[in-house]
């Protein structure tokens, strides 16, 4: 591996994912009345969830805006925000959201980017679902440096 070459533990931490772990969180608002619409997904969720392969469990945020915005933030241990879209169908969600890093000089420089894709369903008041993370090489949206997939559950935050 060259000097320039991201390893895959540092491109997976610096993605905010924790001993090979995807971190996903969420920032977005919408009103209890709002809360009923979309198949009672929309607001925000607190989360538990675990990479296939590990014991590590992480604690994080997923939040469901109207008109399909989906703002996600790890929680435990903190990350960088992760924006992006959601859609339902019955009871069944999908979404798809992306973050990026500053290259290996300094914040000017272009780094990996990072897209998680998340595939759920809402039962008895809790939500489940799986993701599969990818991270991307610098500069590139198809070059893949690590994929890593795994499980959540969570449940409605309330105000």
Not at 33 to 51: H, K
Not at 62 to 84: K, M, Q, W
Request: glycine share 16%; aromatic share 6%; hydrophobic share 40%.
């Amino acid at each position: 591996m060259s000097e320039n070459a991201v390893g895959r533990r540092q491109a997976l931490r610096g993605a905010g994912i924790a001993a090979g772990g995807v971190a996903i969180a969420g920032l977005a608002t919408a009103t209890p009345a709002m809360a009923g619409n979309d198949n009672g997904l929309l607001g925000s969720w607190m989360c538990v969830r675990q990479d296939d392969g590990t014991t590590d469990k992480i604690r994080l945020v997923l939040s469901f805006a109207g008109g399909g915005a989906f703002v996600s933030h790890d929680i435990s241990p903190a990350g960088p925000p992760f924006t992006g879209t959601w859609s339902s169908k019955g009871k069944s969600f999908r979404a798809t959201f992306w973050t990026g890093f500053p290259g290996e000089q300094g914040p000017d420089s272009v780094g990996n980017t990072v897209r998680v894709q998340l595939r759920g369903t809402l039962s008895h008041g809790m939500i489940s679902g799986t993701y599969r993370v990818t991270v991307f090489a610098p500069g590139s949206a198809t070059e893949v440096v690590e994929t890593v997939t795994g499980t959540l559950t969570g449940r409605r935050i309330n105000a």
